[in-house]
């Protein structure tokens, strides 16, 4: 074995002897705080990132005692997150879950104080515009849909371009979830329910979709989306299907090359049509579910062709008068 092999090898057993170390040390405070979220109705998916950004402070802060722990720690770890990197959005995902586990402990008994709970978050980027596709790129795209499960993955498309649909929401659809009168029920964010009365067109593909589907063979949900193998298909496997279609269009469509583009753009793009069809933001906020209509005020500030059309009017009003000169 050479010498370079010899140390990688040496480096991954400590970084498994480390991990081993750290569950031993941190495991009655990481199963109450797991056991606290499922209580709180927090999504697998939240839970599992929470998790994720714990253990990697824990790792940090490793071996001190939880109950021995500062804000001058969570500070030095937050900090440290930045000069490797992170952004804000991470690094403010990841004092949320130091917030919510150092609560969780606090509510079990086991804690006093909330080291976190006073320490400010970064500043975002506000009105930060979104990347979203035009109507005929959009078109565009579902037409990149094919294989094996195409219904499947044209209703997946479908309802993330035209009804606005999270990954996560699309993942958590059951089949009793379209009602009767072609309406769908989804579970959003911050586990609240809202109504989206789907377009007829919509409505067929869905039907002809469960028509289709593999029944499910775990557990008594009926998921409306399901793998080749009768389970729950996966967000990432949801991600994949939206991911497949871009690389594809973007061979097709080189000006989108240096676009970022994932299955989230698609609610983009149905955001941005609402906006210019005319819909109030209001009635927008209830159809994307966001809690705050600051969120949603963000896509009246995208439309760079409503601003065109906004100065276009008043151009045959501009007076510029003529210089003269010597």
């Given at each position: 074995m050479s010498a370079k092999i010899r140390n990688l090898a040496e480096v991954s057993l400590n970084l498994v002897h480390t991990q081993h170390e750290l569950l031993d040390s941190y495991r009655d405070e990481l199963d109450l705080f797991s056991i606290w979220m499922k209580n709180k109705g927090m999504t697998k998916a939240t839970q599992r990132a929470y998790?994720?950004?714990?253990?990697?402070?824990?790792?940090?802060?490793?071996?001190?005692?939880?109950?021995?722990?500062t804000k001058m720690d969570v500070m030095r770890f937050m900090s440290a997150c930045r000069e490797k990197g992170a952004g804000d959005e991470a690094r403010n995902r990841k004092l949320s879950a130091l917030r919510a586990f150092f609560k969780a402990l606090i509510e079990l008994e086991q804690l006093e104080a909330n080291p976190a709970a006073l320490i400010a978050k970064s500043k975002q980027e506000k009105n930060k515009i979104p990347s979203y596709l035009e109507e005929d790129e959009?078109?565009?795209?579902?037409?990149m849909l094919g294989g094996k499960h195409y219904g499947r993955n044209l209703?997946?498309?479908?309802?993330?371009?035209?009804?606005?649909?999270?990954v996560g929401e699309v993942h958590r659809m059951n089949v009793h979830d379209?009602?009767?009168?072609?309406?769908?029920?989804?579970?959003?964010?911050g586990r609240k329910w809202r109504v989206i009365p789907l377009p007829e067109q919509i409505q067929a593909v869905l039907r002809q979709a469960i028509e289709e589907r593999v029944g499910a063979k775990q557990g008594k949900e009926q998921p409306m989306f399901v793998s080749q193998f009768g389970r729950r298909l996966s967000?990432?496997?949801?991600?994949?299907?939206a991911d497949d279609a871009f690389k594809r269009l973007k061979a097709d469509m080189p000006s989108l090359a240096p676009k970022r583009m994932s299955s989230h753009k698609l609610r983009h793009s149905f955001a941005t049509m609402q906006i210019r069809s005319g819909t109030d933001i209001r009635t927008l906020q209830e159809l994307l579910g966001h809690a705050s209509i600051e969120t949603t005020q963000i896509y009246t500030h995208i439309d760079n062709k409503q601003l065109q059309n906004a100065m276009n009017n008043i151009a045959a009003k501009i007076y510029v008068p003529v210089q003269k000169y010597t």
């Open positions: 998790l994720s950004d714990t253990m990697h402070f824990l790792h940090a802060a490793y071996p001190a005692e939880v109950k021995k722990l959009l078109e565009a795209f579902i037409h209703c997946i498309v479908l309802l993330m371009a035209y009804a606005g649909l999270r379209f009602q009767a009168d072609g309406s769908i029920h989804i579970l959003g964010k967000i990432r496997m949801i991600q994949t299907v």
